[in-house]
């Protein structure tokens, strides 16, 4: 059941006559040699994890560490239930948990990292967005993780998830395909389709660099997750509704990496360029 990249996921998805999730759960058992049991006891901890840190900041703020955030995620549900978001509820919600789950983060509280701490977010916002708008269960939303962890292990294995060596399109980029690749397969998508979305996802975000405010994990690395997750439910629509992406999964994680490692080392989790290095910025870090 193991799977050295997209074409070969794809492979084994028709031969099996299973979706994503379906094989990568095959492929933990395999190489693991453990049941299904362990490794969806496994899944529905990192599951509880990943609420939890998306929702205790709403009730009250957490700071951070560094200072630079803390009660965004608060703001923006009191701005939602008062009425006046513009987003949506599907979108508004994934956003707001999102940044929650940085603030947690950021205070060195317990999160799940997806496939980094500093984009920590992204998937179980959208994720637990998408079962309290849709209803979708627990168990389906185990499937939608194991989706993910599929889409973040080809970025590891072929390209990377690391900021200082890819910027924050191998961190927030990856998180966000990963997001958009489980949207697709819970609402109902192909592995084809899954795999389309998380290509849109890495092309639309391709480029974007690490530059975190005095070399903390905080800013602008908390709003960064807050737009990967519209990125990644943009691309899952688009995806949904037919549209076919022209460059493979497996293509735009090799262009992905090349970027990256052309990016300048400012550009790359040193805090020495970028938002790092605005005056402002730098003025709040004490520079």
Known sequence: MDFKNAQELLELCRRQA?????????????????????????MSKA???????????????????????????????LHAQAGKGICGSLLQKAVTYAMAVLEVNASM???????????????PGLLLALQEEYHIPDERLLDGLLNAGAIGYLAMRNATVAGAVGGCQAEVGVASAMAA?????????????????????????????????????????????????????????????????????????????????SLPCELKETALGGCASAPSACARCKH
């Open 47 to 77: 599951l509880s994890i990943m609420r939890s840190s998306a929702t205790i900041p709403l009730d009250r703020a957490v700071p951070s560490m560094g200072g630079l955030i803390g009660g965004q995620a608060r703001l923006l549900s």
């Open 18 to 42: 299973l979706p994503i999730s379906g094989i990568m759960l095959l492929r933990e058992c395999s190489l693991a040699e453990t049941d299904t049991q362990a490794v969806m006891q496994r």
């Open 181 to 261: 690749s489980a949207a697709v397969e819970l609402m109902g998508g192909s592995p084809e389709q899954c795999l389309d979305a998380a290509s849109t996802v890495m092309m639309n975000m391709l480029g974007l660099v690490c530059d975190p405010v005095g070399g903390l994990v905080e800013y602008p690395c908390q709003n960064r997750n807050a737009a990967g997750v519209a990125n990644a439910l943009v691309a899952a629509e688009l995806s949904l509704s037919g549209i076919r992406q022209l460059i493979p999964f497996d293509e735009m994680l090799a262009v992905m990496y090349r970027v990256g490692r």
């Open 109 to 123: 509280g317990l999160i799940v990292a997806a496939p980094t701490a500093g984009a920590s977010g992204v998937v």
